[in-house]
């Protein structure tokens, strides 16, 4: 099966084929081009959550043209749900009463399988998309399309519209017009992958995002790069409004390079004429460096280096303040806003969107609308799922609160761990000290997962090992056995204690089953889900989550 690197090597010439057979539809509206390491979902969901609370005096959504959406078809948004516990203290030390446990009994999802069919996920209350301006606030707002990888549950919840995944409906008329196009263009796919014409899945996804987004006459886009930049799929824009690069560490060191110098070229190689630039805080000073140069090598627009994080206010629980640059001449400004993503890292993403959204303010037309009131509301609103998120799972034989996180490399890591002290530091403060923490952990084959288990886990921790399955549509990727992670703590972590279990599943009901029975104290063990994406979307799937 051909891997995802050896599609990535080929280049940019056939994504740009199918998008110029499809009338180039990525230049039909303005785009904020988002690429990095770490952050970079986070940053997606900040930004999109802001600008989908400006006010737009020509707003498209109620267009009773766009019969691409279907009515009892729109999901409730994947990112209002399962918002959680944001307050450890308060999950931990709240009793459940016996009519919550009996409705847990009782719940469908009570004992469920572990299994690839997502379909159960995505009960929610129906909803018009044409309400999408009422639920963002008093009158229109813009329309915003957001493209993100990988996917949680199925692949169309890569593509959001005003924060909400797109229909099934939606996604499979677009879908559908993509690969007939792509038989004209291309011919016969063939059955073989490793010789196939056609565009890679990745390609296809992000074609069917661009054209979507065409389709629905979106006022701005929101894009993730999906690895490295130069070669990217996404890497098709003529001239982006705005890039944004968040924290550059190291990762996909197989393709992007050994050195972060390599690593921040690849990232740099998304940078056109005209565009302006926001930098993200940096742990290598040199990265900023390579951003600048490349930006004035291609006659890009101002750069704009964010030099400290938000700052959490004492005196606001749940809200934080950053420094504004001063830009055109504007007096330096500093903005107050919910922060409602946890962990200390994103003090460092919120402090680069807020700061890009500023800038965006300066390119004018219909940006000229963000204001701090749009900021405040939409920084509010944000959501991402699986990022140091709070859950509480209905699992046997008692539910269990606990911690999903999709770290996935040493700077993932090594945020994680810094969250966890805090927790820990504040939970002894508060007079209830953890004095156990229990791992569910899986990882992506290609992760180096001795070095991140160094950065995430204590020598005292519990480790549970567990797979995952494979992704749809993403051959490539395979995770650790959880023999082989379970060997790994053997030889490297002696002092761990360690168990294999079949499924993530297993693992969450073993450990409920030590709390029923008291072996474990559940208000003094913090349990965390770590280690990839995949993971965190199991939990989702399996549970009913997202719907909640």
Request: aromatic content about 8%; glycine content about 6%; overall charge negative.
């Amino acid at each position: 099966m051909m891997k995802k690197g050896i599609v990535w090597l080929q280049g940019l010439e056939r994504i740009k084929k199918l998008l110029e057979a499809l009338e180039d539809p990525q230049d039909d509206y303005p785009v904020v081009h988002v690429a990095g390491t770490n952050g970079k979902g986070s940053t997606c969901a900040f930004l999109s959550s802001v600008l989908s609370s400006v006010p737009c005096d020509n707003y498209s959504g109620s267009d009773s043209s766009d019969n691409l959406y279907q009515d009892e078809e729109i999901v409730e948004s994947l990112m209002a749900a399962a918002t959680g516990s944001t307050s450890f203290t308060a999950s931990l030390g709240s009793e459940i009463t016996r009519e919550e446990a009996s409705s847990f009994e009782n719940s469908p999802t009570f004992r469920p399988k572990e299994t690839d069919d997502f379909s159960s996920a995505w009960q929610a209350p129906t909803t018009n998309e044409n309400t999408f301006a009422t639920e963002q606030g008093s009158g229109a707002t813009l329309k915003v399309g957001t493209f993100t990888s990988p996917y949680l549950l199925e692949p169309r919840d890569s593509i959001r519209i005003n924060n909400q995944p797109v229909s099934s409906d939606m996604y499979n008329t677009i879908r559908r017009e993509i690969e007939a196009t792509c038989h004209q263009v291309f011919g016969d796919p063939g059955f073989n992958p490793d010789m196939s014409p056609w565009p890679s899945s990745f390609e296809l996804m992000t074609a069917t995002a661009l054209l979507l987004f065409s389709r629905v006459s979106i006022d701005v886009a929101v894009v993730e790069v999906g690895l490295g930049g130069t070669l990217d799929a996404t890497n098709v824009f003529s001239a982006p409004v705005l890039c944004v690069f968040t924290a550059i560490s190291e990762d996909h060191t197989e393709y992007l390079g050994k050195t972060i110098k390599d690593i921040a070229s690849h990232k740099a190689g998304i940078l056109k004429r005209g565009a302006s630039v926001v930098i993200g805080i940096q742990s290598r000073p040199e990265v900023t460096g390579i951003f600048t140069d490349r930006a004035n090598k291609v006659e890009a627009g101002p750069v704009y280096a964010v030099s400290s994080p938000s700052r959490p206010i004492p005196t606001r629980r749940g809200w934080a303040s950053v420094n504004l640059p001063v830009r055109k001449g504007l007096p330096a400004e500093t903005i107050s806003f919910p922060l409602t993503l946890n962990g200390p890292f994103q003090l460092e993403n919120s402090a680069l969107a807020v700061t890009a959204l500023s800038v965006l303010k300066d390119c004018g037309g219909i940006f000229e609308k963000i204001t701090n009131e749009a900021i405040v509301q939409g920084m509010g609103r944000a959501r991402w799922p699986g990022r140091a998120e709070w859950l509480t799972v209905p699992v046997r034989p008692v539910p269990i609160t606990l911690l999903v996180d999709g770290a996935h490399n040493m700077d993932g890591s090594r945020a994680l761990r810094q969250y966890i002290s805090e927790i820990k530091k504040d939970m002894t403060e508060a007079g209830t000290p953890i004095e156990k923490v229990v791992w569910v952990c899986g990882a992506s084959q290609n992760k180096d997962l001795k070095r991140m288990m160094s950065e995430m886990v204590g020598l005292s921790d519990t480790v549970f090992c567990v797979p995952f399955p494979q992704p749809i549509g993403m051959p490539w990727v395979h995770c650790w056995k959880p023999e082989e992670i379970e060997e790994l703590l053997k030889k490297g972590f002696p002092l761990v204690e360690r168990h294999v279990s079949k499924s993530a599943t297993d693992a969450l009901e073993q450990i409920s089953m030590k709390f029923a029975s008291a072996e474990w104290d559940a208000r003094s063990t913090l349990v965390i889900v770590a280690g990839s994406l995949y993971l965190m979307a199991v939990l989702y799937r399996t549970y009913n989550l997202l719907s909640r």
